[in-house]
C-alpha cells in the first residue's frame, strides 16, 4: 500500500505561483509513475501532469505546457507541482496519485490517491 499526502495548496491572484508538494510512503518500490491530477466543481477529474519514476520522464496536458512542471525528489520520496502564470481555470482540487504503470496519463491506471487539496485562482 502507498499512502500519499499533498500540501501547498491555497488562494493566489491570476499570473501568480504555488508550488504542490506530494509526499510517498509506504510501499514506494512499487511506485513507476507519480501524477497530478485535478477536478473543478462538477467536473470529471483530469490528468494535470506526470512524471515515470525511472526513467524521469515528463508529461503535460496542453492546458497548463509551458506554465506547470513537475519534479521529484528521490531521497524524501516527494514529487512537486510547481504551477505559474497560473488562471482562474486551474482553480479545482489538485490530487497527487501513483501508478505501478510506467509512463502512464491514463487515470485507470493510478491505484494510490492522496486526499487532495485546493487551489483557488482569482481574476
Known amino acids: 500500500q502507498v499512502q500519499l499526502v499533498e500540501t501547498g495548496g491555497g488562494l493566489v491572484q491570476a499570473g501568480g505561483s504555488l508550488r504542490l508538494s506530494c509526499a510517498a510512503s509506504?510501499?514506494?518500490?512499487?511506485?513507476?509513475?507519480m501524477g497530478w491530477f485535478r477536478q473543478a466543481p462538477g467536473q470529471e477529474r483530469e490528468f494535470v501532469a506526470a512524471?515515470?519514476?525511472?526513467?524521469?520522464?515528463?508529461y503535460y496536458a496542453d492546458s497548463v505546457k509551458g506554465r506547470f512542471t513537475i519534479s521529484r525528489d528521490n531521497a524524501k520520496n516527494t514529487v512537486y507541482l510547481q504551477m505559474n502564470k497560473m488562471k482562474p481555470e486551474d482553480t479545482a482540487v489538485y490530487y497527487c496519485?501513483?501508478?505501478?504503470?510506467?509512463?502512464?496519463?491514463?487515470?485507470?491506471?493510478?491505484?494510490?490517491w492522496g486526499q487532495g487539496t485546493q487551489v483557488t485562482v482569482s481574476s
Open positions: 512524471l515515470s519514476w525511472g526513467s524521469g520522464n515528463t
Open positions: 509506504g510501499r514506494t518500490f512499487s511506485i513507476y509513475t
Open positions: 496519485a501513483a501508478a505501478r504503470a510506467t509512463d502512464t496519463v491514463d487515470l485507470g491506471d493510478f491505484r494510490s
